[in-house]
């Protein structure tokens, strides 16, 4: 065997022996409340289809008719020939629902954000970027020529420590609306003020906020009051819109200068026009259905009055709902024992989470019935505390 294989067989046993190995569980079902995994149905606790969207009738029912009229595949990046108007229609729609002047889609959340932070992350550029951000902004720093400087979380005390001694004429600030793995919300309207004083750049991604908080559910911005001072807001559709692909809202010059700048954009096939065409019918729904959002929440609210109840209290006020286990180990023991019980909660470890805080990511959608709510989190209380007994 040659070094290199070896190296990824000690590797292997090595996060196994660390409770850190990671495998693919096939769904026998699409994503949904109920799904079934090597035969065994589960209430699904786990998915970021906050509006239960993703396997809904009104979008599978679409599909064939709209595939028949833009075909499946996009066949070559958007700048060469695979550039569709349905392409152009999402981006209208989209700029329209967030209140921008301009749109450019993606193919995916994770692609846009290399291409943000690549794209803006010149020489002479400095990045700030909240700790917690998502690992597709940590990739996109890595892969950007530009200084980074990663702030602690949420802690606009010391963004600004770092903004004051920074001496790059360009600044960019990024950070999760949502963040992906505590459901907490970033600090808008004081970014927004260090923004300006400073005279830096501002981005959010609103991968977990599209469609689940602001009006309508328009996103971070939108629920302070903050649209016209951020600079790119970008989203996923792969979330609460049940699909899948991204966005940048932003103005004309910067769309235009993506278009001629932005590696991921320009070297990437297009978002295949099908997807684009059911995320733009999943766009309309959203927005003829402005109450979804309030909805999700009332969900949520009623997961987290349980635990509280249960001794268990979270203060997260979206559907991201962590709870906190500590070591790998109990981590994957919980999630476990919930399987046997019937819920499907996935664990989460280092290092997508920090040292020490291996938690349950637990995420309510709006399709959850409220028993299932209620018994997911006894359940889960339960667990916990015999867990813990027996640690
Ligand atoms: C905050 C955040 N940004 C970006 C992404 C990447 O989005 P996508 O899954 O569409 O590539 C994710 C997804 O997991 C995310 O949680």
């Not at 970033?186 to 609103?206: I, N, S, T």
């Not at 600079?231 to 235009?256: E, N, P, Q, W």
């Not at 019918?281 to 003829?288: I, P, T, W, Y």
């Not at 709902?321 to 981590?331: K, M, N, S, Y």
Request: proline share 4%; net charge negative; charged share 25%.
């Amino acid at each position: 065997m040659n070094a290199l294989y070896r190296a990824m067989e000690e590797e292997l046993a090595l996060l196994r022996e660390k409770g850190r190995y990671r495998f693919l569980r096939d769904l026998e079902t699409p994503q949904g409340v109920e799904i079934v995994v090597d035969g065994k149905r589960y209430l699904n606790f786990s998915s970021n289809d906050y509006l239960g969207l993703a396997s809904s009738g009104f979008l599978t029912g679409a599909a064939g008719e709209l595939a028949k009229r833009w075909g499946v595949g996009a066949g070559a990046s958007r700048l060469i020939c695979g550039n569709m108007e349905v392409h152009r229609e999402l981006e209208v729609e989209m700029a329209r629902f967030k209140g921008t002047e301009e749109c450019l889609v993606f193919s995916t959340g994770y692609m846009a954000n290399l291409g943000i932070v690549s794209t803006l992350g010149t020489p002479e550029t400095t990045v700030f970027s909240d700790e917690l951000n998502h690992a597709s902004i940590i990739d996109g720093c890595r892969m950007s020529r530009a200084k980074v400087l990663v702030y602690r979380h949420r802690d606009v005390d010391h963004l600004e420590d770092l903004l004051k001694k920074d001496e790059n004429p360009r600044k960019v600030i990024i950070t999760d609306g949502v963040f992906s793995m505590d459901g907490d919300i970033a600090p808008l309207p004081e970014l927004c003020e260090l923004k300006e004083k400073y005279g830096a750049f501002l981005v959010v991604d609103d991968a977990h906020a599209t469609g689940v908080i602001g009006t309508g559910g328009r996103g971070t911005a939108s629920h302070f009051g903050v649209t016209e001072r951020v600079d790119i807001h970008m989203g996923t559709f792969s979330k609460a819109l049940g699909t899948c692909g991204a966005y940048i809202c932003t103005s004309r010059l910067v769309r235009d200068y993506f278009v001629n700048r932005c590696r991921p954009f320009i070297f990437n096939t297009g978002l295949p026009p099908l997807i684009a065409a059911l995320t733009l019918v999943s766009l309309r729904h959203l927005m003829k259905h402005p109450d979804l959002p309030s909805r999700l929440r009332e969900k949520v609210h009623l997961f987290s009055s349980v635990m509280g109840e249960e001794g268990y209290p979270l203060s997260s006020e979206t559907p991201i709902l962590p709870v906190i286990v500590g070591g790998d180990r109990e981590t994957v023991a919980v999630s476990r024992r919930l399987m046997e019980e019937g819920f499907f909660v996935y664990g989460v470890r280092p290092p997508t989470v920090p040292e020490g805080t291996g938690r349950l990511r637990v995420t309510v959608t709006a399709a959850h019935e409220e028993e299932q709510i209620i018994s997911c989190a006894r359940t889960i209380a339960r667990v916990m505390r015999s867990v813990r007994e027996t640690t």
